[in-house]
């Protein structure tokens, strides 16, 4: 495998070669800096040009955070959805 680096304070770039079979080491200084250990599911998005690397974790967090917004945490959703249909049950009678 062959690597080479650059370090900035806010970033780090680091090369690796692919092998035949598709696989690519990750550093071990990205792997720390991401905060991985082995066995990690991560996930690969490629969009203009960039391909970009995260954890599982890190992507169901985001959805998460970006979900959140739009639930009512005041309550229950289960019985807002009993009273919806209650309500709805009640009108055809």
């Known amino acids: 495998m062959t690597t080479q680096s650059t370090t900035t304070p806010s970033a780090i770039m680091k090369s690796a070669t692919m092998n035949t079979q598709g696989r690519v080491v990750v550093p071990v200084e990205i792997r720390k800096a991401m905060g991985i250990e082995a066995p990690a ?29 739009y639930v009512d945490t005041d309550g229950s959703a289960v019985d807002a959805l009993i009273a919806d249909r209650r309500a709805e049950a009640a009108k055809e009678w």
């Open 41 to 69: 599911d991560l996930f690969f998005r490629y969009e203009d040009g960039t391909l970009t690397v995260g954890t599982i974790e890190d992507a169901v967090a985001y959805v998460q955070s970006v979900v959140a917004k």
